[in-house]
């Protein structure tokens, strides 16, 4: 397939891998600190790792449409590098919560400055081809 | 790119930026009652900010399929059309539970009503294109 | 639309509405052991229910672009039928971890393998593009 965004889409399937392993790792919380589903409360790391695991899940769909966004109607070098930023600031975010909730914050910081930069990039591109394709008005 | 549906992916956009806001409205609900994460309890109208917003969450990726298989296989309009009557159930869903657990019920019908009529227009469209693609079967 | 890959959509449809069906039992598990929304707890059936729910809307995103990978860039019909056997596999799940906690472990393996499966077959089509686009070898 010549016209997908091959570099966004091996960005899309590296976050979810990413989205895999967090689960995972909620996973051996649960084991380590004995905590059996479908209990989600019981030791505060466990929380920590489950909160972060959840926050996650909340802002996956969300950065996965400003990521296409960006790639479909502004540039796809810049969507793909703004995915792997998003991957490290996610990384950081959930190390950081496991530890200490305040630490949780520098990559949380990282990932909703890549959400709105990848948001904002592509309703550039989206409002460039909505006059194009509908107001004949070329910029 | 001439061939993605703009005005699918300008709504989806916008969902994502309401997505982003109901977030930061249960952030901003967090502050006003000192209810410091990971906690999720503590306060009746955190707890109902908390879940409205989960609701939104569960929600978010089936209306994206909803509205995606009616604009990419029946009418992007349509679907455009639909997306932007869900963004209003959504903030009356989102705006009603906080006030009161029942009032979440007007906007939660707004939202159910588009998801299944662009799930059902979508369906019709897949179904002529597969009868179409494998069967040679034109309507 | 000749070009979207019509079956992997069909099959989203139907994932989409799996999804609905488990979130409308989980409102009838509420009605059932007299469960008011906000509240999650109250009565271990319908905390079982409400877990299984989560763990899908937890799994959906990922599912969808392991799916999505596979059928764009290896095999659409056996990114399609990897689709099939996953819905196969969460209402097994959703229905064991309804009964019992550990009966949701057969159906929760059967979603794990097809998700590993199609996002692996996914990642050799996408390199093979990768290589082909930006490097110019082919396979």
């Given at each position: 397939n010549m016209d997908a965004p091959v570099l966004v889409c091996a960005v899309t399937l590296l976050t979810t891998l990413q989205m895999a392993y967090f689960t995972r790792r909620v996973g051996y919380s649960r084991l380590a600190h004995k905590i059996k589903p479908?209990?989600?409360?019981?030791h505060p790391e466990f929380e920590r790792a489950f909160r972060a695991h959840q926050n996650c899940v909340e802002f996956y769909p969300l950065f996965l449409v400003s990521m296409w966004s960006c790639g479909v109607f502004f540039s796809e070098p810049i969507a793909a590098a703004g995915g792997l930023v998003f991957i490290v600031g996610r990384l950081l975010y959930f190390n950081g919560y496991i530890r200490?909730?305040?630490?949780?914050?520098p990559g949380f910081w990282v990932s909703v400055a890549v959400f709105f930069s990848l948001s904002f990039l592509g309703m550039i591109g989206i409002v460039q081809e909505i006059l194009h394709k509908y107001f004949y008005i070329y910029s």
């Open positions: 479908p209990a989600t409360t019981g200490e909730t305040h630490k949780r914050l």
